[in-house]
Every structure is written in structure tokens, then in C-alpha cells.
């Protein structure tokens, strides 16, 4: 068992405590829908809070707990609550903060989906939403409202690698009455612990970096306040979106490794960033690493390192784009991030192709950007696969 004093892998490792009767080296599977209680009196008292029992997998379950405590424990919160997807943590934060006449603030470059589920369909329950770069305070106090609820962030943003300052972003919140959500999926708890810096809401799609393995599918909120755990979790068991315990047990195993995958890919990412600055194809790079970074320093400042991801844009625009991603063989033509093997994406052509262009131009999405989750592969393999991509634009 590991305490809020121990060293991060030394958390990754040994994570919350769990206590198996039969002292299991790791956290066993309970995959089971549902639990039985010794009498009508047992019973009762699980249901009504007094005795911390388990009733039935939607509400709770000893490996799902297991991980949820983990994952709190990492990220400095009261508790977290597992659910069945990225998404699925998304939809719940937006059902358990926002009603009807409210509203939200959003980084623009955020996750397609987390925007797309809120302007299609959120929208038509009257909760409003506004999309705004930011990495500049300045127009997130302009773009407050008397019915603003929530201020959402995303650092570093997807797929701009933009970073905000979370110190700033919670000294808004708190002078305006805000809830602070911020999406840390990009850093995971190894690089960045917003709560730290005054964070209501913390999640991630444990899909990427947290599991690391590209073979379940997961999201975790972690609350800062009990309140608000409270609120997080009646939301999730209500709408049915829990984790299932064998997903929880293999994000418990991929958990133990984050620290060692991470330091691995992001030494490589370095070496990859570096190379694509120089390369003359390729007109701009985007990654924390580097000094040409906009927030170089303010990464510095509340991320340990600077991570895997990198975006770039090529100087022939959409056709580059589409000729690159055609032409890599290591790299992974593939969505999502954060695994051991390295990925690559082109945006314009897939993940945003429905937004229109006036979006992607506001958010910052070029028809040149390209999107690399640099994985653990030999780095000369990754620079190779990618320089022989990029002389066939």
C-alpha cells in the first residue's frame, strides 16, 4: 500500500491498498454482476450507507474500487469514479454540472467528440456553450456570462498542444464562481496534477495513457471535494456508464507501468521533435520539449515533463497531409494516443473532417497539422519510418 507521501512509481506500483483475504499479489477479478448479503438486515444497511458493502456492479464493485482509489490517490482528489469510456466520463461531468439556462466555457481545441456531444445534442436541453483559446486568460474572463457554470479545459489541447495556465484558470473559477474541469488525459497523473493547482474536476480517457496498452476502453473523474464526488457518482451510477472489473484489472496492470512508459516516449518524442523542426518540409512543430514552444516556460512550470505528444504542420496542407499518413509503416495510422506503439493522425481528413473549416480554423487545426503519439519503438525507427513518409510529399 502506498500513501499520499510515497513516490509516484512507488503509487503506480503498490496503488491505494486492497485487502484480499487470500493476500493476492495483485488485485483479483470480481466479475460479478451483483452481491449477496447475509440477511435483510445486511442488505438494508448497504443500501442505506451504513455498512460499506457491495450490492451490484453498477454502483460499486472491489477491482473497479480498486483503481478508482488509485487514480484519487495519484491525482491528490477526495475520490474518483470510474466509467465505460472517455466519453462516458465527459457526458456524466456535463450531466452532473450543467441544466438547462447554464453555461460553459471550453477550450476550442478540445476533443471532437466532448465538443460534438455538447453542441448537438446538449444544446437542445438549453445549456450553452462557448469555445475560446485558453492558453489566454484574457478571453476567458470576456467570455463569461452571468449564467456561466463550468470553465472546461483541456492542456495540453488536442490537437494544438496549446497550454493553459492552470494556476490562472482556478483563480477565475474561484472569482467567478466557477467549476474548474480539466481533461488531463495528454499528461496523465505522472506529468500533471491540476488539483494542485485548484481544480474541482479532474478526468481522463484511461483508453490512452493510464492503461497504455491499446486494449481497453476507460475514463476516471477524480473529484477535489466530497460534494462533489458525491454528485460525480450518483450521475454515473444513475446513467448506468460504470467501469467493468476486467477492464479495471487491466488498467491496473498497464497502471503500474505509466511511469517507465512515459519517461521511455517521451525521451523519444524529444529526438522526433527536434528532427521534424529541422526537417524542410514541415513548416511548424508543436511540443512542450522545445523552446519554440508559445507556453514553453508555463509547461515547465506545472507539468514534470513534456510529454509524448507532438503536432506539426507540413507546408503542402491537406495533400501532405493525406500523402504522409499514407506512406508511414511503423507508425500506426490510427486514433487515440498514449500506448507503447507510436500512432499518427491527420485531423483535417479524420478526427475533425466534419467540423466545418471555420471551426478548425478558429481552434487552430490547419489542413497541414499532423498528430503523433510517439510510442517506445527504437527512436532511429520512428525518425526513419517518418523521413521516408515525408519524401514522398
Same mark, same amino acid.
Given at each position: 500500500?502506498?500513501g499520499k507521501?510515497s513516490?509516484?512509481?512507488?503509487?503506480l506500483?503498490?496503488g491505494?491498498?486492497?485487502?484480499?483475504?487470500y493476500r493476492?499479489a495483485?488485485?483479483p477479478?470480481?466479475q460479478?454482476?451483483t452481491f449477496?448479503?447475509?440477511?435483510?438486515?445486511?442488505?438494508a444497511?448497504c443500501?442505506d450507507?451504513?455498512?460499506?458493502?457491495?450490492i451490484y456492479t453498477?454502483i460499486?464493485?472491489p477491482?473497479i474500487?480498486?483503481?478508482?482509489?488509485? =487514480?484519487a490517490?495519484?491525482e491528490?482528489?477526495f475520490?474518483?469514479?470510474?466509467?465505460g469510456s472517455?466519453?462516458g466520463?465527459?457526458t456524466?461531468i456535463?450531466m452532473?454540472l450543467l441544466?438547462?439556462g447554464m453555461h460553459?466555457i471550453s477550450?476550442?481545441a478540445?476533443?471532437g467528440?466532448?465538443?460534438?456531444?455538447?453542441?448537438?445534442?446538449?444544446s437542445?436541453f438549453?445549456?450553452?456553450?462557448t469555445y475560446?483559446?485558453t492558453s489566454?486568460?484574457?478571453?476567458?474572463?470576456?467570455a463569461?456570462k452571468p449564467?456561466?457554470?463550468?470553465?472546461?479545459?483541456?492542456?495540453?489541447a488536442?490537437?494544438?498542444?496549446n497550454?493553459?495556465?492552470?494556476?490562472a484558470c482556478?483563480?477565475? *473559477?474561484k472569482?467567478?464562481?466557477?467549476y474548474?474541469?480539466v481533461d488531463n488525459t495528454?499528461?496523465s497523473?505522472?506529468l500533471?496534477?491540476?488539483?494542485?493547482?485548484?481544480a474541482?474536476?479532474?478526468?481522463?480517457?484511461?483508453?490512452?495513457?493510464?492503461?497504455?496498452h491499446?486494449?481497453? =476502453?476507460?475514463g476516471?473523474? =477524480?473529484?477535489k471535494?466530497e460534494e462533489?464526488h458525491k454528485?460525480?457518482?450518483?450521475?454515473?451510477?444513475n446513467m448506468?456508464?460504470?467501469?467493468d472489473?476486467?477492464q479495471?484489472?487491466?488498467v491496473?496492470?498497464?497502471l503500474?507501468?505509466?511511469?517507465?512508459?512515459?519517461?521511455r *516516449?517521451?525521451k523519444?518524442a524529444?529526438?522526433v521533435a527536434?528532427?521534424?523542426?529541422?526537417?524542410?518540409?514541415v513548416?511548424?512543430?508543436?511540443y512542450?520539449?522545445?523552446?519554440s514552444?508559445p507556453?514553453?516556460?508555463l509547461?515547465k512550470?506545472?507539468?514534470?515533463?513534456?510529454?509524448t505528444?507532438?503536432?506539426?504542420?507540413l507546408?503542402?496542407g491537406f495533400?501532405?497531409?493525406?500523402?504522409l499518413m499514407?506512406n508511414?509503416?511503423?507508425a500506426l495510422?490510427?486514433?487515440?494516443?498514449?500506448? =507503447?506503439?507510436?500512432l499518427?493522425q491527420?485531423?483535417?481528413s479524420?478526427?475533425?473532417s466534419?467540423i466545418?473549416?471555420?471551426?478548425?480554423d478558429?481552434?487552430g487545426?490547419?489542413d497541414g497539422?499532423?498528430r503523433?503519439s510517439?510510442?517506445i519503438?527504437?527512436v532511429e525507427?520512428i525518425?526513419n519510418?517518418?523521413?521516408?513518409a515525408?519524401?514522398?510529399?
Open positions: 500500500m502506498a507521501k513516490g509516484v512509481n512507488t503509487r506500483v503498490h491505494a491498498g486492497f485487502d484480499d483475504p493476492s495483485n488485485v477479478i470480481y460479478t454482476s449477496y448479503f447475509d440477511s435483510a438486515e445486511h442488505g444497511r443500501f450507507g451504513t455498512d460499506k458493502g457491495y453498477r460499486g464493485n477491482t474500487n480498486a483503481l478508482e482509489q488509485t =487514480v490517490l495519484l491528490g482528489g475520490g474518483a469514479t470510474g466509467t472517455g466519453m466520463a465527459v456524466t456535463y452532473a441544466g438547462q460553459m477550450s476550442d478540445v476533443y467528440p466532448s465538443r460534438g456531444v455538447m453542441e448537438d445534442h446538449f437542445r438549453g445549456v450553452e456553450s475560446i483559446d489566454d486568460t484574457e478571453k476567458i474572463l470576456k463569461i449564467n456561466t457554470k463550468v470553465l472546461y479545459v483541456e492542456t495540453p488536442n490537437p494544438t498542444m497550454i493553459s495556465d492552470l494556476e482556478s483563480k477565475i *473559477a472569482d467567478h464562481n466557477l474548474l474541469v495528454f499528461c497523473p505522472y500533471q496534477n491540476p488539483i494542485a493547482y485548484g474541482d474536476i479532474v478526468f481522463h480517457s484511461m483508453t490512452k495513457f493510464i492503461n497504455g491499446a486494449d481497453i =476502453v476507460g476516471m473523474i =477524480v473529484a471535494t462533489l454528485r460525480i457518482r450518483t450521475m454515473m451510477v448506468g456508464c460504470n467501469l472489473p476486467h479495471s484489472y487491466m491496473l496492470r498497464g503500474k507501468t505509466l511511469g517507465i512508459r512515459i519517461d *516516449a517521451q523519444n524529444m529526438k527536434e528532427y521534424l523542426e529541422k526537417h524542410p518540409k513548416e511548424w512543430v508543436k512542450p520539449g522545445l523552446k514552444h507556453q514553453y516556460e509547461g512550470k506545472q507539468m514534470r515533463g513534456p510529454g505528444m507532438i503536432s506539426f504542420g507546408k503542402g495533400k501532405a497531409g493525406q500523402i499514407d508511414v509503416n511503423l495510422l490510427a486514433v487515440s494516443l498514449g500506448g =507503447v506503439e507510436s499518427i491527420h485531423p483535417a479524420m478526427t475533425h466534419k466545418s473549416k471555420e471551426k478548425k478558429l481552434a487545426i490547419t497539422l499532423v503523433y510517439v510510442g519503438e527504437d525507427d525518425i519510418d517518418l523521413d521516408f515525408l519524401s514522398k510529399v
